[in-house]
């Protein structure tokens, strides 16, 4: 497994980049089946230390956990804590006895916009033109997974929606986490 363990405007020593690979190490190699890469970050906020984390996995699935403490090392054990939680956690997901996915999981290109918003005060209710102002472009990735991989991966990186090809049917899917906890997915 490849590492990559940097710091936001702080030196990172090799005892921690060590503590760091043998402690990521024995949580991923006991709960994921091929994990690819590791990306560790840590940063510092005012008196508290941030850690980061990111595992990729050989099923495109993606681990993240995040944590703070008042020293580096306790943060870097709190996340490894929350990721070993939820490689636990999803472990049956991730060792899907029904399929074994050969090669890793397939991404497509897509465009990916951010739009300003308007104003929503009362004097002007009616925008001047229909076209919405575009300020940024990205290149977003668009996953080819089943609707379960979808879910878990949307569960497993904490995001609210999740855009991705459906396998089974070739068409670009949509799961979401609706406002009373449950899983809502859109097949058009």
């Known amino acids: 497994m490849r590492y990559q363990?940097?710091?936001?405007?702080?030196?990172i020593g090799s005892s921690l980049q060590t503590h760091v690979?043998?402690?990521?190490?024995e949580v991923v190699q006991k709960y994921a089946e091929r994990p690819t890469d590791a990306l560790v970050v840590f940063s510092k906020s005012a008196h508290e230390f941030a850690c980061e984390a990111t595992v990729h996995l050989s099923t495109g699935l993606t681990a993240t956990a995040?944590?703070?403490?008042?020293e580096i090392y306790a943060a870097f054990d709190s996340a490894n804590a929350k990721m070993?939680?939820?490689?636990?956690?999803?472990?049956?997901?991730?060792?899907?006895?029904?399929?074994?996915?050969?090669?890793?999981?397939e991404l497509f290109g897509g465009s990916s916009y951010i739009l300003a918003s308007e104003g929503t005060g009362t004097e002007d209710p009616e925008p001047e033109t229909l076209q919405p102002i575009i300020v940024a472009e990205m290149e977003a990735?668009?996953?080819s997974l089943?609707?379960?991989?979808a879910v878990m991966q949307m569960e497993l990186a904490g995001d609210?929606?999740?855009v991705f090809r459906n396998e089974n049917k070739d068409g670009v899917n949509v799961v979401y986490r609706r406002d009373d906890g449950n899983i809502g997915w859109i097949d058009p």
């Open 5 to 11: 363990i940097s710091g936001k405007q702080i030196d």
């Open 21 to 25: 690979k043998t402690e990521l190490d």
């Open 66 to 70: 995040k944590a703070k403490a008042t």
């Open 84 to 105: 070993e939680k939820q490689l636990r956690r999803y472990k049956r997901r991730l060792k899907d006895h029904h399929k074994d996915r050969v090669e890793p999981v």
């Open 141 to 143: 990735k668009i996953p």
């Open 146 to 149: 089943s609707v379960g991989e």
């Open 160 to 162: 609210p929606v999740l």
